[in-house]
């Protein structure tokens, strides 16, 4: 069992930065991929970014492209989301998650992934 927590949520204003993090209680070597999702009140949930944790080759969706950047940190189980140029379409709980052992076939929906953090807010005024 994997327990995912995910931090760095808050206010902010349209434009600044913020960083996510998801820290897991334990090794994500035997997992194929963490991802960020994210929920707009009275929306799907919707994926962000996702990285595959061997090689570290990343995914996005397209409107945060060239805005947020995943990483992850091998020696401390953690992942960030790196979010830059904040807009207010941005506001959402922001959620990460954890692929198991195998790649489920695609790191776009949510139901490829086995493991979910409780999720942060993210709030970006205009």
């Known amino acids: 069992q994997l327990h995912l927590v995910e931090s760095g949520g808050g206010l902010v204003q349209a434009g600044d930065s913020l960083t996510l993090s998801c820290i897991t209680s334990?090794?994500?070597?035997?997992?194929?991929?963490m991802g960020w999702f994210r929920q707009a009140p009275g929306e799907e949930r919707e994926f962000v970014a996702a990285i595959n944790w061997n090689v570290g080759r990343t995914y996005y969706t397209d409107s945060v492209k060239g805005r947020f950047t995943i990483s992850r940190d091998v020696a401390k189980n953690t992942v960030h989301l790196q979010m830059n140029s904040l807009k207010p379409e941005d506001t959402a709980v922001y959620s990460c998650?954890?692929?198991?052992?195998?790649?489920?076939?695609?790191?776009?929906?949510?139901?490829?992934?086995?493991?979910w953090g409780q999720g942060t807010q993210v709030t970006v005024a205009s």
């Open positions: 334990g090794s994500i070597d035997n997992h194929y991929a």
């Open positions: 998650a954890a692929m198991g052992v195998h790649f489920s076939g695609s790191y776009y929906f949510s139901n490829g992934y086995d493991y």
